[in-house]
């Protein structure tokens, strides 16, 4: 494209001039296209807001930044176009917004892509929209709602801190939800000979083994045949009045490379967040890593409807992922969930531990606990 500077005229100055109108950087309409000192300041301005740099003159950059301003969320219908992508700054304020609240659209670059495209859909799917990817007027409301549902999350970080240390380190007396992913007809994820809600199952009940060893009081939100939403079973927790809630998973993935291990805590990425929950979110993540030879896929902070809803410090783990042979294999094996176990008791142990009692990851026993 031809540069535009000062003493330029024409079209192409007019349709730059009605663009930082639009941005109410230029007032007053512009008589007769000219890039006057006018133009060329709301263009210093523009450029200088925009962390380009500032000369005056519209290039390519300042080009394509100053068309891309254009958009305001809500102007347009956006989804996934290959072939020639919406570009601007609706889609970077929706990436932000998705970011904030835990889905991952990559960075905020104002280019709608794919993966910008799956964030908006698991968004979609968790909030109980249709998944279809683009940005409509539903999905929108529900972006701007969930704005002020997240707010005011600072009192609730301040009381869950203070519960936990009023608490104490004893885990005699404390009562821990236990909320095996998906059952009944829900499976959940599958892959090679095994599924999702069997494995959670299973593994629910090595945990609960070994918590209720420690003196603590266990609930399952589940038996073998029921899917409560998750709504359900956050209300059984808060019902409970319970300390903790941990939610055990298994990924799953398109194809077979993917794997390793997370864990997830209520949180929005922007602040709002669940302090104790990413405690110990922390912890789970930390000791099932020292235990295992699964890869470390770390800790997120995600807005689910389980996390959001309990009112007590919640995980939810994503063990390793069904569809990777590697994965599978070691999840196959009853000698590994009595380690997963293990490590989710010593992660919930060591949250109630003052600091200086604390010990290092991956090295507590079940047989250190009567010592603590
Ligand atoms: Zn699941």
Partial sequence: MQLLRRGNSGPAVAEIQAALSGLGLLHGPPPDAEYDDATERAV????????????????????????????????????????HPF???????????????????????????????????????????????????????ALRQLG??????????????????????????????????????????????????????????????RLQASGVRTLLTRGPDSCPTD??????????????????????????????VA???????????????EQLASLVQREVVARTDLLDCHVHAKTWELLRLTRMPAVRLELGHLTSPRDAARLADPAFRDVVAEALLVAVQRLYLPADLDPPTGVLRLADFAAL
Avoid: M, W
């Avoid at 740099?53 to 219908?77: C, K, N």
């Avoid at 809600?197 to 009940?205: Q, R, T």
């Avoid at 709504?231 to 077979?256: E, F, G, K, P």
């Fill in 231 to 260: 709504a359900d079973r956050a209300d059984l927790a808060n019902t409970a009045a319970a300390d903790l809630l941990v939610s055990l998973h298994c990924d799953r993935s398109a194809s077979a490379e993917p794997n390793g």
């Fill in 87 to 141: 570009v601007g700054d609706d889609v970077a304020a929706l990436q932000d917004r998705l970011l904030e609240l835990g889905f991952d659209a990559g960075r905020a670059d104002g280019v709608f892509g794919a993966r910008t495209e799956a964030a908006l859909r698991s968004f979609q799917r968790e909030y109980g929209l249709l998944a279809d990817g683009s940005c409509g007027p539903s999905t929108l409301r």
């Fill in 44 to 83: 210093r301005l523009f450029q200088q807001r925009r962390g380009l740099s500032v000369d005056g003159i519209v290039g390519p950059e300042t080009y394509r930044a100053i068309h891309a301003a254009r958009f305001r969320l809500g102007d347009r219908l956006l989804s996934l176009s290959p072939s």
């Fill in 148 to 209: 002020r549902l997240v707010v005011g999350g600072r009192p609730q970080q301040l009381r869950e801190t203070e519960v936990l240390h009023r608490s104490g380190s004893s885990l005699a007396g404390k009562v821990v939800v236990i909320d095996p992913g998906h059952g009944g007809a829900d499976r959940g994820a599958t892959g090679h000979g095994l599924d999702e809600a069997a494995v959670a199952e299973d593994l629910a009940g090595r945990f609960e083994g």
């Fill in 263 to 277: 864990a997830y805590h209520y949180g929005t990425g922007a602040g709002t967040t669940s302090t104790v929950g």
